[in-house]
């Protein structure tokens, strides 16, 4: 019977119901040692009726051992992994060493146990259920948790049970329950079901300090007065208060102390390694002098539980007790023991941290074992497993440079898992070590990096740049990645000092003629010279980049993430779309979910500024959700900025501010992105007529230090809202800029802007020369958007011209332009100019248009099945599973107005 849980077994219970009725969920139970936790997952597991239960546990032993608690709960199944979209399959073989397969991407792991799942609850609901989930391997856990995530649609409840203090497990985004102490009825009631005729001055001693914690109740009872033999074991109630599950310890550690010294000394072995293998155990045992006879005091006094195959501890208090009350030589020989029993190729891992655990000192071999365990955890996608390898081989070896190499792979592999404060001091460690001056640069591009997401932008370049300098002329590929990442985050901070600080290293760098990261440095070179004021030689260099990568000679992601950055300032905007959607398409194919919001957030930027504002809108929000789902926390921060202009296209001031806000009351994490969420309040108050303010913002944008980044695109808005509030010297401002940006890039929207920039400022006839050639060139580039805004201004100069024809042609034109891109506010507008010619232009229902009414990813969804992929194949690209993509379907064809699936290829999405 369980006591004073109800609130919670109603949750238990609902979600178990709601699986059963198609809708899948998570939950975790937190608490301390003895709260009650097990008891509840117990619960469940006899409230499933009708589910499909799937248990596992974590163990301590093996929380180094990538991917262990995973092929513990799902081994079983792995027939079903042939169903799998192939990449997954191979990647989950992959990550239980079935098979080789290179470097598994460890966000593929995730997506592969999301399909795994999907598929066992095609044959009916199921539930998972996880004790001791601070224990699974961080893999695991992260595989399991990114399923969990996105199981909505999915007949799958997921319950995991966390012991808090000990271990971790980031479940941020899942529904979590802190059970609470019993309340002093619920203790009185479990106490009295365990021992109703305890003396009432014994009673209440137990109560006091068990403080409602159920396992404490129960032991503190057996250790005053032991119901099974009616004796004293010796322990007693500490004079000071200690934390209630120390003291259960310290309750379970006098117990054991009365056994045998050979069954206290095969406790230690089994606490050693609690993976329960029984076979194992007694072989190590042997080797102790130790035989299975040992187990039967300790299995008498309620201790632990053998079976025909394994051992196991009743409680996990009992294997901290065994193990940290035993002396240290016991420890180091029953580790000893395991490793000398472990030595099959299938318990490598396992043998590896006996041996280091065994070691009193640097031991070269249990180094090097450790090292090969973490290449094997690195190619099953366990970079989490290769950190605390890595780290702990460092420990051991003997030798300073293969230390300081250990710690910088351990501070790479922690990086990747978002370990910052470990990665941060591992690089720094690795520093103090080594005097090679890779491996110090090495350490400083770690910290870097940290620093990136920690502090600053500019912090990051400017570690990076202290750290390079010394290796410029010895290792110049190594120096060239580094100041390639430098100057990326000194654009960012838009650090103009940096950036030719950075240049300035990057010219003396000697690369092979041939090398594949010429173009990468012509590219960095040509941004150096943009922020230097030379234009011309700017533009050549970035070309040099973009083309190569558009030629399929850049393979890199940072470099091809940059060349799609460069193609965006040099105005090619179809390049940077071309070379941003095939790094997204690849990031997926990969499983390098880690990469896609990266791309994802200049592609977004690139499809805003074609006015592709549905597929903006469309990309940005998978990406952040996609980031939220990782915990990139800057990179969902910044990219707050872009439905922000999207929003402030649409009119929808409560959005657009919103996302303004976020971004710039961070501003300093990454200051070109809040010039852009600064440009998208300028915009909603242009849209809205508020000139004044409008001018104000958008003049911080085009004079701020973003303004040569492809943020000069905001001088037109600039120059309208300047004009229109009456400040015709401070519009013409920023306009030589625009014209020299126009110039040198020779990309005829470009030049179009620049000449509707003209046509405002001009006080004749020759407005009309300007609008014209603008006009033209928006036709030949095909810019809705840009088009649409040239159209209504103009229209608006004809009108007060008196040229009415022409006024109400290039109004109409306008309008039509805005309403098919939902930008409502400017709609608006062309309507009352419209009005003014006397005509009655009825608006247009934005819902008349079926792919506006679609969220973003049912629009992703129905896109991709009108290209004719299958749920299963469009699942694998979305990181969904094909029952979700089965439900955005069923959402969305009655939004269309059709039926079923062939009739989408007669719609426009």
């Known amino acids: 019977m369980i006591f004073g849980r109800s609130v919670q077994q109603a949750r238990i219970d609902s979600l178990l119901a709601a699986a059963?009725?198609?809708?899948?969920?998570?939950?975790?139970?937190?608490?301390?040692?003895?709260?009650?936790?097990?008891?509840?997952?117990?619960?469940?597991?006899?409230?499933?009726?009708?589910?499909?239960?799937?248990?596992?546990?974590g163990i301590e032993s093996e929380v180094e051992v990538p991917f262990a608690g995973l092929h513990l709960l799902l081994h079983p199944y792995l027939e079903h992994v042939d169903a799998l979209p192939g990449p997954q399959g191979t990647a989950l073989r992959a990550a239980f060493g079935l098979v080789g397969a290179g470097t598994v991407e460890r966000f593929l792991i995730g997506a592969a146990t999301l399909s795994l799942l999907s598929e066992l609850a095609g044959g009916g609901p199921l539930v998972c259920l996880i004790d001791d989930a601070q224990w699974f391997d961080r893999a695991s856990a992260d595989a399991l948790l990114f399923a969990a995530r996105r199981l909505r649609q999915e007949p799958v409840a997921m319950l995991f049970a966390v012991r808090d203090g000990t271990g971790r497990f980031p479940a941020e985004g899942i529904d979590t329950v802190v059970l609470p102490a019993l309340g002093r009825d619920s203790a009185i009631a479990m106490l009295n079901e365990h021992a109703r005729?305890?003396?009432?001055?014994?009673?209440?001693?137990?109560?006091?300090?068990?403080?409602?914690?159920?396992?404490?109740?129960?032991?503190?009872?057996?250790?005053?007065?032991?119901?099974?033999?009616?004796?004293?074991?010796?322990?007693?109630?500490?004079?000071?208060?200690?934390?209630?599950?120390?003291?259960?310890?310290?309750?379970?550690?006098?117990?054991?102390?009365?056994?045998?010294?050979?069954?206290?000394?095969?406790?230690?072995?089994?606490?050693?390694?609690?993976?329960?293998?029984?076979?194992?155990?007694?072989?190590?045992?042997?080797?102790?002098?130790?035989?299975?006879?040992?187990?039967?005091?300790?299995?008498?006094?309620y201790l632990l539980t053998v079976s025909a195959h394994t051992v196991v501890f009743r409680h996990p208090l009992i294997r901290a007790a065994a193990h940290q009350g035993a002396p240290r030589g016991w420890q180091l020989s029953a580790h000893r023991a395991l490793a000398d029993t472990l030595t099959s190729d299938q318990y490598a891992d396992r043998r590896a941290w006996h041996l280091a655990a065994a070691a009193t000192g640097p031991d070269a071999n249990a180094a090097d074992a450790l090292d090969q365990a973490a290449l094997r955890a690195g190619q099953r996608g366990g970079s989490a497993a290769v950190a605390i390898a890595l780290d702990r081989a460092a420990q051991l070896s003997t030798d300073p440079d293969m230390r300081a190499r250990r710690q910088i792979g351990a501070a790479r592999a922690a990086y990747d898992v978002s370990w910052l404060d470990r990665a941060a001091g591992l690089a720094a460690d690795a520093a103090d070590v080594s005097t090679d001056a890779s491996v110090q640069a090495e350490a400083a591009w770690i910290r870097a990096q940290v620093a990136y997401e920690r502090d600053t932008p500019a912090a990051a370049a400017a570690l990076m740049l202290d750290g390079t300098a010394p290796i410029v002329g010895s290792h110049p590929e190594q120096a060239v990645s580094i100041l390639t990442d430098a100057i990326?985050?000194?654009?960012?901070?838009?650090?103009?000092?940096?950036?030719?600080?950075?240049?300035?290293?990057?010219?003396?760098?000697?690369?092979?003629?041939?090398?594949?990261?010429?173009?990468?440095?012509?590219?960095?070179?040509?941004?150096?010279?943009?922020?230097?004021?030379?234009?011309?030689?700017?533009?050549?260099?970035?070309?040099?980049?973009?083309?190569?990568?558009?030629?399929?000679?850049?393979?890199?992601?940072?470099?091809?993430?940059?060349?799609?950055?460069?193609?965006?300032?040099?105005?090619?905007?179809?390049?940077?779309?071309?070379?941003?959607?095939?790094?997204?398409?690849?990031?997926?194919?990969?499983?390098?979910?880690?990469?896609?919001?990266?791309?994802?957030?200049?592609?977004?930027?690139?499809?805003?500024?074609?006015?592709?504002f549905r597929d903006a809108g469309t990309t940005v929000a998978e990406a952040m959700t996609v980031s939220a789902d990782l915990g990139q926390q800057t990179q969902t921060l910044i990219m707050n900025a872009i439905p922000a202009w999207l929003a402030a296209v649409a009119d929808d001031a409560g959005a657009c501010r919103s996302h303004a806000e976020i971004i710039l009351g961070n501003e300093a994490r990454h200051p070109t992105n809040a010039a852009m969420a600064t440009w998208a309040l300028g915009l909603l108050d242009l849209g809205r007529g508020q000139f004044d303010t409008a001018t104000d913002a958008l003049d911080a944008v085009c004079a701020g230090p973003a303004r040569q980044d492809f943020l000069v695109r905001a001088v037109p808005d600039h120059v309208e809202a300047a004009v229109r509030s009456g400040q015709v010297s401070r519009a013409a401002r920023h306009v030589p800029a625009l014209d020299d940006w126009a110039e040198h890039t020779g990309q005829p929207h470009a030049i179009a802007l620049a000449r509707r920039c003209h046509a405002l400022l001009a006080t004749g006839p020759g407005a009309r020369t300007h609008y014209d050639a603008a006009l033209r060139l928006h036709h030949e580039t095909d810019r809705p958007y840009d088009h649409a805004r040239t159209a209504l201004l103009y229209g608006e100069w004809l009108r007060r011209q008196r040229h009415r024809t022409d006024a109400r042609s290039h109004l109409t034109d306008a309008l039509t332009g805005f309403e098919r891109l939902g930008a409502h506010g400017w709609a608006a507008r062309a309507r009352t100019e419209l009005t003014a010619l006397g005509d009655r232009p009825v608006a247009r229902q934005h819902d008349r248009d079926p792919a506006a009414r679609l969220t973003p990813q049912e629009l992703q969804v129905v896109r991709l099945a009108a290209d004719g992929l299958s749920n299963r194949d469009i699942a694998a690209q979305l990181f969904l599973s094909p029952r979700t993509v089965g439900h955005h379907l069923y959402r969305a064809y009655p939004k269309l107005g059709i039926t079923k699936r062939t009739e989408l290829h007669r719609l426009t999405l």
């Open 20 to 57: 059963r009725n198609g809708t899948g969920g998570a939950l975790v139970i937190r608490g301390e040692a003895g709260i009650g936790k097990t008891a509840l997952v117990d619960h469940a597991a006899a409230g499933s009726a009708g589910l499909r239960v799937l248990r596992g546990v």
């Open 488 to 612: 990326g985050c000194a654009k960012d901070a838009c650090a103009h000092s940096l950036i030719r600080r950075a240049a300035q290293l990057l010219a003396t760098v000697s690369l092979p003629p041939q090398s594949a990261l010429r173009p990468v440095v012509d590219g960095m070179l040509g941004l150096g010279s943009l922020f230097a004021g030379d234009t011309r030689s700017a533009v050549t260099g970035m070309r040099k980049l973009v083309d190569a990568a558009r030629d399929g000679h850049v393979h890199g992601m940072v470099e091809r993430l940059l060349a799609g950055y460069l193609a965006l300032i040099v105005a090619d905007d179809q390049a940077a779309t071309d070379l941003l959607d095939a790094l997204a398409t690849d990031a997926r194919h990969q499983g390098a979910l880690g990469w896609l919001p990266y791309a994802q957030e200049p592609l977004a930027i690139a499809q805003l500024l074609r006015g592709r």
């Open 197 to 301: 005729g305890l003396a009432g001055a014994t009673r209440a001693r137990v109560l006091a300090e068990a403080r409602g914690n159920p396992l404490a109740i129960i032991e503190f009872t057996a250790a005053l007065t032991d119901r099974r033999h009616g004796d004293d074991h010796g322990w007693s109630l500490p004079v000071e208060p200690l934390p209630v599950a120390e003291q259960i310890q310290d309750a379970f550690r006098a117990r054991i102390s009365e056994l045998p010294e050979p069954t206290q000394r095969l406790l230690v072995l089994v606490a050693a390694d609690d993976t329960a293998d029984l076979t194992v155990l007694l072989s190590a045992a042997q080797r102790l002098g130790l035989t299975a006879a040992d187990l039967e005091p300790a299995e008498k006094a």
